[in-house]
């Protein structure tokens, strides 16, 4: 198994480009997560989804969204981009457990850099 | 609003040494993840505590909850160098993880 796999590695933007980030894992998973990580920061949830075709906001949506459509994909767009969402973004997936969620599987990462 | 706290935020220890992470939650979970973080590296799962009293070990690491103080540990026993890594907690609350701000661990030789 490959696990996540995100693409691009790196991407610079100029303000008010657009670009999708793509994540795709191949362990069955129905719970897939988008998260930030700006420098020396913890991470932040952006958007996740329980399943194909749900998708939910996290703690900072705005300037994001995102679409589920199979359950091995979970593409992050970008419609308009600003200096704020420099950042590393993550893309992670879990599976259910009884009642609970296993821990997260996470990607490599994108760096992006708007300038 | 769920918060997660980290302490200390950063630690540089020697070789040799213990000491303790810890990771406190302001609101009812009883599950909680402990990650490891190297520079420039993605998340890498550690430890999943799922119940109050739970202890986990993995080499030098040690991880317990306690869901009635609303508190977890990650103790290090006699750190090696490869053992530097920032050090994250996350807590389970509704689909969500919210993550601790991470602790910044260096082992110097």
């Known amino acids: 198994n490959a696990g996540v796999t995100q693409t691009p590695k790196f991407r610079i933007l100029k303000i008010g480009q657009s670009m999708t980030l793509q994540c795709t894992q191949d362990?069955?998973?129905?719970?897939m997560y988008w998260y930030r990580q700006d420098p020396g920061m913890g991470l932040k949830l952006i958007y996740y989804?329980?399943?194909?075709?749900?998708?939910d906001k996290g703690e900072v949506p705005n300037g994001y969204n995102v679409s589920r459509s199979t359950t091995e994909d979970f593409p992050l767009r970008l419609e308009l981009a600003a200096p704020s969402q420099t950042s590393v973004y993550f893309c992670a997936s879990s599976y259910p457990l009884p009642g609970l969620r296993s821990s997260q599987y996470f990607g490599p990462g994108t760096r992006l850099l708007v300038l | 609003e769920l918060k997660v706290e980290q302490n200390p935020l950063f630690l540089s220890m020697q070789e040799g040494k213990n000491y303790t992470i810890y990771c406190n939650y302001s609101t009812t979970s009883d599950r909680l993840y402990w990650y490891r973080q190297d520079p420039g590296k993605s998340l890498e799962s550690l430890f999943v505590?799922?119940?109050n009293g739970a202890v986990k070990q993995e080499g030098r690491l040690m991880a317990s909850l306690d869901t009635k103080a609303r508190l977890s540990t990650l103790h290090i026993t006699a750190a090696v160098h490869d053992l530097s890594a920032t050090y994250f907690c996350?807590?389970?609350?509704?689909?969500?993880?919210?993550w601790g701000a991470g602790t910044k661990l260096i082992i110097k030789p």
């Open positions: 362990m069955n998973h129905n719970y």
């Open positions: 505590l799922l119940s």
């Open positions: 996350a807590v389970d609350s509704n689909y969500q993880l919210i």
């Open positions: 989804s329980v399943g194909a075709g749900i998708t």
